[in-house]
């Protein structure tokens, strides 16, 4: 039985992550639901390693979050790592799952919403991962929206992605973020990233051109005050590196249609469709994604550190 108060031992911060963040020392948090779900083995957790490096060059520290044995851990060390890597069965855990799983002392990789709820609370203003959840193609019949988008609306965090997933209803997915007073900016671009691919082919209202100027927002969303909402800062895969447009919808239209027939449903539909897609393109993918999570991460550790100078 647990007989701690509220965020003691259920959320644990590592030695390293909590000296920074007491510096005022920039730090990146980073999703392992990308790592366990989102990409096949062994290469996730060479990508695992790789972006906390990543983050580490930029000058930051990296934050990784995951649950392990009914802990929230917030930085994890290589044997962890390695767990949510490896583990068989690992959970995938949302932020209502968290509770359920400190409590039962299960292990689970975090999403978006669970992560930059566990960051927000560990005091970690910046987070990088691939593409957002949002609302899925067949919403009006299915219901399924990525409980990304609520978290998102309701907690102070940058999050730095291509987007959001393209496997998405992506229209809709951006009308949601601005009924729910999410702020959206393009990085270096004027038209929303498309995960795989550079664009999406929607714009997107508002545009920086760096690291500190994403800082400056975040420090005028905390002079505004109100709604404690999230800035989402939508870095596109560079064109040179993204997925052949035509082969993403040729090979997304039979992933869809696999998921339909197979009656995939709820939390299981984004690791099918992304494992098809791997599969489908003959790990073309795979790469893409990969360049967007790595300049996402890049591009979160300089804000990180455009964060913490500004504030020092
Ligand atoms: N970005 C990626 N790959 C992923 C994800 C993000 O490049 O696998 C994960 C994130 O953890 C995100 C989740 O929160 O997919 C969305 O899942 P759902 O649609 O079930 O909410
Ligand atoms: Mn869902």
Redesign the pocket.
């Known amino acids: 039985m647990r007989t701690t108060g509220p965020g003691e031992t259920i959320i644990q911060t590592s030695g390293e992550v909590a000296e920074a963040l007491a510096t005022g020392a920039p730090v990146v948090a980073l999703?392992t639901?990308?790592i366990s779900?989102?990409l096949p083995q062994p290469r996730n957790l060479q990508v695992a390693v790789e972006l906390e490096e990543l983050v580490r060059q930029a000058g930051a520290v990296p934050a990784t979050i995951a649950v392990l044995d009914g802990v929230a851990r917030v930085g994890l060390d290589a044997g962890m790592l390695e767990r949510v890597a490896t583990e068989p069965g690992l959970r995938k855990l949302?932020f209502r799952d968290l509770a359920l799983a400190a409590a039962l002392g299960a292990s689970g990789a975090t999403?978006?919403?669970a992560t930059a709820f566990l960051a927000a609370r560990a005091g970690i203003r910046v987070f990088a991962?691939?593409?957002?959840?949002g609302v899925h193609r067949g919403w009006t019949t299915d219901q399924d929206e990525?409980?990304?988008l609520d978290m998102l609306a309701s907690t102070r965090i940058t999050v730095v992605c291509a987007g959001v997933?393209s496997i998405l209803d992506v229209p809709a997915t951006l009308q949601r973020l601005e009924t729910r007073g999410v702020s959206v900016a393009g990085y270096r671009t004027d038209a929303f990233p498309g995960f795989y691919l550079h664009s999406s082919g929607l714009p997107v209202d508002w545009r920086l051109e760096s690291p500190e100027q994403a800082a400056a927002v975040m420090r005028a969303q905390d002079g505004l005050g109100g709604p404690a909402s999230a800035l989402i800062v939508a870095n596109p895969v560079p064109a040179d590196e993204q997925l052949d447009p035509a082969l993403h919808d040729q090979v997304l239209a039979e992933a869809l249609a696999a998921a339909d027939r197979e009656g995939v449903t709820g939390?299981a539909?984004?690791?099918f469709l992304?494992d098809f897609l791997v599969r489908g393109t003959g790990g073309a993918s795979l790469e893409a994604?990969l360049a967007a999570?790595r300049g996402n991460t890049r591009l979160a550790g300089r804000i990180a550190a455009a964060w913490s100078s500004a504030a020092a």
Not at 129 to 133: K, S
Request: no cysteine.
């Open positions: 999703e639901t990308i779900h989102g949302g999403t978006v919403s991962t691939g593409g957002l959840g990525s409980a990304d997933k939390q539909i984004t690791p992304l994604n999570v």
